[in-house]
């Protein structure tokens, strides 16, 4: 391990001296996530549990995984509180925002649009600055995301006024250079520079929220469904449209900023910073018409197949806490991942056949 992991580490001999742990949360390949309170304390944190037997030959991995998540501290993106060491463990301490008598989080973005009472375009402006802001954090850190999706964007607690939160780090990357290269995302949410296998920045974040901006006024996806042949082709293209009816009542302000989030040449896509100027974030241009009706229609015909639609309760919470479980991936398992719920020949070293 390098000087930078040996001095987040905390040393222990057992991590029940330092925690209470709870329940267990769920595991990955090379690891568990347990539900643990902070002893002395009513703190909870999901603390990942990775037995050093499993690091063998992988301590890098798991050593870009803490660099990407220790250097984040902001009040929109789920953060890594502590690193603890024992003689056969690494312990990583999650954030976990919820207070302990609830155990619930605040839930995911499409699973509170479809229990407001009414939902507006401003209302999707306030949810789009906010992600805006946490990302545009992160590229100033030289961080990129790589893998923004509604299923990645949670409520901080139950509550109406709740902050929206920025999750799921497992295929974020420092960018070190000007461009990284391993082909990696989530379908329907990729940027075409990285589906054709160009170098690509941080402009395929931009990308990515341009498509979830689409979603949360209309309630589809701008691209069609991964099982569709023209999925990517459509990517390339930046093809979509504002179809009528469901786009009448949306403001050409909203309509201009996606156009610049989902602009085919990443030069000219727009920046987190120059997407926080448009005025349909800083200024008065979103709408206030109530559109929760058709857009929760759509929602429900083009998402319910996605888990999103689970109940609102416990299980939601720990659906997501299980993520953290997952194992730490190198670049190239990054790609093999992203190959593997994607088209034949992504991130397999070919170019991909349409």
């Known amino acids: 391990m390098s000087t930078y992991m040996l001095l987040l580490k905390k040393q222990t001999e057992d991590i029940s001296s330092v925690y209470e742990i709870r329940e267990k949360l769920g595991s990955g390949a090379f690891s568990e996530v ?7 304390s009513s703190h909870l944190v999901a ?32 953060a890594l509180e502590d690193v603890h060491e024992s003689p056969s463990h690494l312990y990583l301490a999650m954030e976990l925002r919820v207070p302990a008598a609830l155990r619930v989080t605040g839930g995911e ?26 990302v545009s954090y992160l590229h100033s850190l030289g961080i990129v995301h790589r893998d923004l999706k509604p299923e990645n964007l949670l409520y901080a607690t139950p509550f109406e006024d709740s902050k929206i939160m920025v999750s799921d ?33 941080k402009a395929v974040d931009v990308w990515a929220l341009g498509v ?16 569709d042949p023209e999925l990517f082709s459509q990517i390339l293209r930046a093809s979509y449209e504002f179809d009528s009816p469901f786009w009448d009542d949306i403001s050409e302000s909203a309509k201009d900023f996606i156009r610049h989030l989902l602009e085919r040449d990443p030069q000219k896509r727009f920046t987190c910073q120059q997407a926080l100027q448009h005025l349909w974030i800083s200024g008065d241009a979103a709408f ?12 429900q015909k083009n998402f319910a197949r996605t888990h999103w639609k689970r109940a609102f309760n416990a299980t939601s919470f720990l659906r997501h806490i299980r993520k953290l479980g997952q194992s730490p991936e190198s670049e190239e398992a990054s790609g093999r991942r992203m ?10 070293g070919q170019p991909p056949k349409w």
């Open 34 to 40: 347990v539900l643990a309170q902070e002893r002395g």
């Open 47 to 78: 603390l990942k549990c990775i037995p050093k037997k499993a690091l063998r030959g992988k301590e890098a991995l798991v050593e870009n995984e803490i660099a990407v998540l220790r250097r984040v501290s902001h009040p929109n993106i789920v």
């Open 109 to 134: 973005l499409f699973d509170r649009i479809m229990e407001r009472g009414s939902y507006t375009e401003k209302d999707a402006s306030h949810l789009v600055g906010q992600v805006l802001g946490a």
């Open 169 to 201: 780090f497992g295929l974020s990357k420092i960018q070190t250079g000007n461009v990284l290269g391993t082909a990696c995302g989530t379908p329907g949410y990729v940027a075409p520079e990285l589906l054709e296998q160009k170098p690509y920045g």
């Open 212 to 227: 979830i901006s689409y979603i949360l006024l209309c309630g589809y996806p701008p691209f069609y469904d991964e099982s």
């Open 288 to 299: 206030d018409k109530d559109i929760l009706g058709s857009v929760s229609e759509q929602i």
């Open 339 to 348: 190959a593997r719920h994607s088209h034949p020949g992504l991130g397999s």
